[in-house]
């Protein structure tokens, strides 16, 4: 299994493009989430799903949009970068409710210009 | 906000000493987790104790969790230069979804 995988590792944006991030899991789990670490800091949740179709917003929500039309792909979008949004993404899953162990992947590096 | 907040900040120990970081959170929780982050990866679950735990060990890893103080502190015994990494407490607030709650870290340097 190769886990939580996201795409791409590394992209540097002009302020004002968009891109959207992949995050994928083969462990066949229900919880998905967004993350972004900045320097200094833990990490803060963007936005999570509980499951296929649904999503929901968490502690930083703004500027970015997520989609989980599959149960193994979680979409991170930004429409319109700002240097603000410069981080290093993460995403991570879980298996149930009942399983608290969040897995994560390796993290995808953004530089906004 | 940060529920957790971890201290120190940074902590640089010999091989073979023993770390000790501390979290404090603000509000009840249904467990606290601690994570290691080596340099330009991703997060890694070390272990998990339960509201109603005090202690746990796991291999060289022992928490404990105060909730009367709203506090937890991880002992890594014996480290070795490999525990080089950021150490991250998460707790999982009562009531809610079940979204983890990231403290700032620990940045641990075990010195060969």
């Known amino acids: 299994n190769a886990g939580v995988t996201q795409t791409p590792k590394f992209r540097v944006l002009k302020t004002g493009q968009s891109m959207t991030l992949l995050c994928a899991q083969d462990?066949?789990?229900?919880?998905m989430y967004w993350y972004r670490q900045d320097p200094g800091m833990g990490l803060r949740l963007i936005h999570y799903s509980v499951g296929e179709g649904t999503t929901a917003k968490g502690e930083v929500p703004d500027g970015y949009n997520v989609s989980r039309l599959k149960k193994q792909n979680f979409l991170l979008g930004l429409e319109s970068a700002a240097p603000s949004q410069t981080s290093v993404y993460f995403c991570?899953?879980?298996?149930?409710?009942?399983?608290?162990?969040?897995?994560f992947g390796p993290g995808t590096r953004l530089l906004v210009l | 906000s940060q529920q957790g907040e971890e201290d120190p900040q940074a902590l640089s120990i010999q091989e073979g000493e023993n770390a000790t970081m501390n979290c404090s959170y603000k509000?009840?929780?249904?467990?606290l987790q601690w994570y290691r982050q080596n340099s330009g990866r991703g997060l890694v679950h070390l272990i998990l104790i339960r509201s109603n735990e005090r202690e746990k060990h796991s291999g060289r890893l022992r928490v404990t969790l105060d909730t009367s103080k709203k506090s937890s502190s991880l002992l890594i015994t014996a480290s070795r230069a490999a525990d080089t990494a950021s150490y991250f407490c998460a707790t999982d607030p009562s009531g809610s979804a079940r979204q983890l709650t990231f403290g700032s870290g620990t940045q641990l340097t075990v010195l060969p």
């Open positions: 462990m066949n789990h229900e919880y």
């Open positions: 509000t009840s929780i249904n467990n």
């Open positions: 991570a899953s879980r298996r149930l409710l009942a399983e608290e162990t969040q897995y």
